[in-house]
């Protein structure tokens, strides 16, 4: 059963943002990070289900960056929506002002 990702505009920009910041940092680092999470949204496509971590979002932590994707899912129409994809020391209460 094979999901299809879909990413909120939010989502992208939290992302650009990270890479940005990794690129600053050193470059090439900001391409190991999109790598990372590429890996990973490919692996929501086969399993998304993930822990319900508050209301209906689900989370699933990067391995190698301290960033966390949050995403729900569509069950009837098979998709996963990734919502946020935030540093891990952000204050939960962020994704509040996303809904």
């Known amino acids: 059963m094979t999901y299809s990702v879909i990413i909120d505009p939010n989502a992208i920009h939290d992302i650009q943002k990270a890479i940005d910041y990794y690129d600053e940092r050193q470059l090439g680092l900001g391409l190991k990070f999109e790598t990372e999470l590429n890996k990973h949204i490919l692996a929501l496509e ?17 391995k190698k960056f301290p960033y966390t994707i949050h995403f729900t899912l ?9 919502r946020a994809v935030f540093h891990m020391a952000l204050n939960p209460q962020a994704w509040s002002k996303r809904k």
């Open 46 to 62: 086969s399993n998304p289900f993930y822990q319900v971590r508050y209301e209906e979002v689900r989370c699933l932590p990067l």
């Open 74 to 82: 569509n069950d009837t129409q098979k998709l996963v929506i990734i």
